[in-house]
C-alpha cells in the first residue's frame, strides 16, 4: 500500500449529479484521486466494503476505473464489481447496487455532456440504496476535497477488465460481470415481453438512436435480440469515446438525425433516443414529439397496462419546474403528488419510503422505483408497452391524454456558457424584486406569487434552499429560472415556461407560439436578451 501526498484542489463540489470537469482537469496529477479518496473519507472509509463500478465508455473512462480499483484495494474494500470494459448504464449501476446489496457505487459518466480529451467526464457516487448520494453526503465530500493532505493507491499492474471472471488486487477480489444481462433480466420481470413480441412480429417499425453512448449494447440486447425486432432498429449503437462527435443529450437539437427521420415521410411508428449514461429518453411518434413533462404524464395514467404497475402506482413525484401534466393524472387518480428540487437525489427518500413509484424531470429524465436512478430504456418501454395494450399510435395516445386533462403547454429554453457573474448578477436582481411582483401585469398576465424555491424533504426534514425562481401568473401559467449544475463552462442558464389550457379547443398549438406571451413577460421582468445580449436561447426544449 503506498500513501501519497496531495494538496487539495479547488472546485470540487459535486453538482446537479456528481462532479463534472473538463477531462483533461480530471486528468491532472491527483484530481481524480484526491476526489475519490476524499468520497471514501466522507462515506466513512471503504474497508471490508463492496462496490460497483462502470461508467458509459467514454474517453478517459477505463483509465480512471484502474486508479479507482487500485484506490479501493489500498483502503481496504473487500470487492468491486465492474461491469465488462468498465461499462455500466447509470440504471444498470443502480440495479447492481441493489441487488447484489453492496455498500455504494462509482459511477464514471458526465451523463449528457459530449466526451473526449477536449470534452466532459465525471464522478459520481451512488449509495447503497442504488441513488445518486444525498446532499449531505456530497457536501461531507467537498468539505473533504478542502483539506486533503494524501491519498492511498497500489502500485500494482493494471487488471484485466476486458474479460468477464474473478481476479484479485492486493487483497481485494474484481468481479467484471457481463453489463447488460442482468438489466435485461429485470425488464423482461417488468414489462409483457409477449406483448412486445407480438408487436414486433405484426411489423411495428422502431428507430432507437443510442447516440454512440452506453444504451447501445442494452438497446440491441433487449430490442433485437430478445424482443425480436429487425436488426438496424438501434442506431449509433457502439458506445464510442467521444460518442462519434455527437452530443448525446436526447432532445430534438441534438438528436437531431433521428427527429428528422420520424418527421419526415415514412417515419418509424415509434421513435426513442437516450443520453450519454443511459438515464435519459426522448420519446417519438410518427410526426409527433413528446414532451418529457406530457411524458410523465401519460406514463402516469396509463402505467396499470404494464404488468409490474399493475396494482396501481403508489403516487408520483416531479422536480419542481417540471410541468404539472403529472399534477392533473394524479388528482384524477386520486394519488400523492411531491415537488421537489431539480436531480434525481431528491426522489431516493421517497422511493425508500414507499410513497412514489414513478419520478420524472422535464430534463427528458423518467423512472420508478425499479431502481434509484432514471432510466432512459425503461421509459422507452413503458411507452412500447403502452402501445401494444392500447393499441393506438404514439400522436393518438398524446391526443387523447389532452383530451382527458388538458395541455400543459411547456418548453425549456437554455442560454449557455453564459459569463457566470453576469448570469448571477442578473438572478441576484431578480431575487431582490421578487417580492415586488405580484399584482403587477405583464403582457396581459398578472402575477399571482413570485418566490424562491426551497424544499423540505418529506421523510427526513431536510432543507434545500436556492433552488430556482418561480413567477406564477393568475389562471396557471408560469416562469422558472435556474442556473445549471452539471455544465462545465460558465453559467447556463435556464428558463422553464409553462401555460395551461383545459381544452376542448386550443389543444393543438405549437408550444412556443402558446407560450409567447410568457416569453415576452419573462423579458420584460428579467431582462434576459437585454442583459446577455443573446436575442435567442441556445437550446430549446
Ligand atoms: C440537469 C437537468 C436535471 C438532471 C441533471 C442530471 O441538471 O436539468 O433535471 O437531473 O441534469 O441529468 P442542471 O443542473 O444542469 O439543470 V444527467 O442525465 O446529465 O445525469
Ligand atoms: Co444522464
Known amino acids: 500500500m503506498t500513501t501519497i501526498q496531495t494538496t487539495p484542489f479547488e472546485g470540487q463540489k459535486p453538482g446537479t449529479s456528481g462532479l463534472r470537469k473538463k477531462t483533461k482537469v480530471f486528468m491532472q496529477k491527483h484530481f481524480l484521486e484526491n476526489f475519490i479518496q476524499s468520497t471514501f473519507d466522507a462515506i466513512g472509509g471503504v474497508d471490508g466494503k463492496i462496490l460497483v463500478l462502470g461508467g458509459d465508455g467514454r474517453y478517459f473512462g477505463k483509465e480512471a476505473a484502474q486508479i479507482i480499483l487500485k484506490m479501493a484495494a489500498a483502503n481496504g474494500a473487500a470487492k468491486v464489481f465492474v461491469g465488462q470494459g ?16 453492496t455498500d455504494g457505487g462509482i459511477i464514471l459518466s458526465a451523463s449528457h455532456n459530449p466526451g473526449g480529451p477536449e470534452e ?23 468539505e473533504r476535497t478542502k483539506n486533503i493532505t494524501s491519498y492511498l493507491k497500489l502500485d500494482v499492474p493494471d487488471v484485466d477488465l476486458g474479460h468477464i471472471g474473478t481476479q484479485t488486487l492486493g487483497e481485494m477480489v474484481v468481479e467484471v460481470l457481463d453489463p447488460v444481462a442482468a438489466y435485461a433480466d429485470m425488464m ?18 422502431m428507430r432507437m438512436d443510442s447516440m454512440c ?3 447501445g449494447p442494452y438497446a440491441v440486447e433487449i430490442f433485437e435480440n430478445r424482443l425480436g425486432a429487425p436488426k438496424g432498429t438501434v442506431v449509433h449503437e457502439v458506445p464510442l469515446e467521444d460518442f462519434g462527435g455527437m452530443h448525446p443529450d436526447p432532445n430534438p437539437t441534438w438528436a437531431h438525425e433521428l427527429m428528422a427521420e420520424m418527421m419526415g415521410e415514412n417515419a418509424p ?11 435519459r429518453n426522448m420519446i417519438l411518434g410518427a410526426g409527433t414529439y413528446v414532451s418529457p413533462s406530457d411524458s410523465l404524464a401519460v406514463i402516469a395514467a396509463n402505467a396499470k397496462l404494464v404488468p409490474a404497475y399493475a396494482e396501481g402506482l403508489k403516487g408520483v413525484a416531479r422536480s419542481m419546474p417540471t410541468s404539472a401534466a403529472v399534477d392533473r393524472v394524479a388528482e384524477a387518480l386520486g394519488l400523492a403528488c411531491f415537488e421537489t428540487p431539480t436531480g434525481w437525489k431528491f426522489f431516493g427518500n421517497l422511493m425508500d419510503a414507499g410513497r412514489v413509484s414513478l419520478c420524472g424531470e422535464e430534463s427528458f429524465g423518467t423512472g420508478s422505483d425499479h431502481v434509484r436512478e432514471k432510466d432512459g430504456l425503461w421509459a422507452v418501454l413503458m411507452w412500447l408497452n403502452i402501445i401494444a395494450a392500447r393499441g393506438q399510435s404514439v400522436g393518438e395516445i398524446v391526443a387523447d391524454h389532452f383530451k382527458r386533462f388538458g395541455r400543459n403547454y411547456y418548453s425549456r429554453h437554455d442560454y449557455e456558457a453564459l459569463p457566470k457573474e453576469l448570469a448571477e448578477g442578473m438572478l441576484d436582481d431578480l431575487r431582490a424584486k421578487l417580492s415586488d411582483l ?15 424555491f426551497a424544499y423540505t424533504d418529506p421523510v427526513d426534514q431536510s432543507v434545500s434552499q436556492h433552488q430556482g425562481f418561480r413567477i406564477l401568473f393568475a389562471g396557471g401559467s408560469r416562469v422558472v429560472l435556474r442556473l445549471s449544475g452539471t455544465g462545465t463552462e460558465g453559467a447556463t442558464l435556464r428558463v422553464y415556461l409553462e401555460r395551461y389550457v383545459a381544452g376542448p379547443e386550443g389543444l393543438a398549438q405549437d408550444p412556443q407560439e402558446a407560450l409567447a406571451p410568457i416569453i415576452k413577460a419573462t423579458e420584460e421582468i428579467v431582462g434576459i436578451a437585454a442583459t446577455t445580449g443573446k436575442q435567442q436561447p441556445d437550446v430549446i426544449t
Open 269 to 279: 411508428d415509434f421513435g426513442a433516443a437516450s443520453d450519454g449514461d443511459g438515464d
Open 438 to 452: 405580484p399584482g403587477k401585469e405583464y403582457q396581459g398576465l398578472v402575477v399571482g406569487n413570485a418566490d424562491e
Open 120 to 142: 466532459d467526464f465525471g464522478v459520481k457516487y451512488n449509495a447503497a440504496n442504488g441513488g445518486p448520494a444525498p446532499e449531505k453526503i456530497t457536501d461531507a465530500i467537498f
Open 213 to 215: 453512448a452506453i444504451t
Open 86 to 101: 468498465a461499462w455500466l448504464s447509470t440504471p444498470a449501476a443502480s440495479h447492481l447496487i441493489r441487488t447484489l446489496e
Open 188 to 205: 423482461e420481470g417488468i414489462f409483457d415481453f409477449t406483448a412486445l413480441k407480438a408487436l414486433f412480429a405484426k411489423g411495428f417499425r
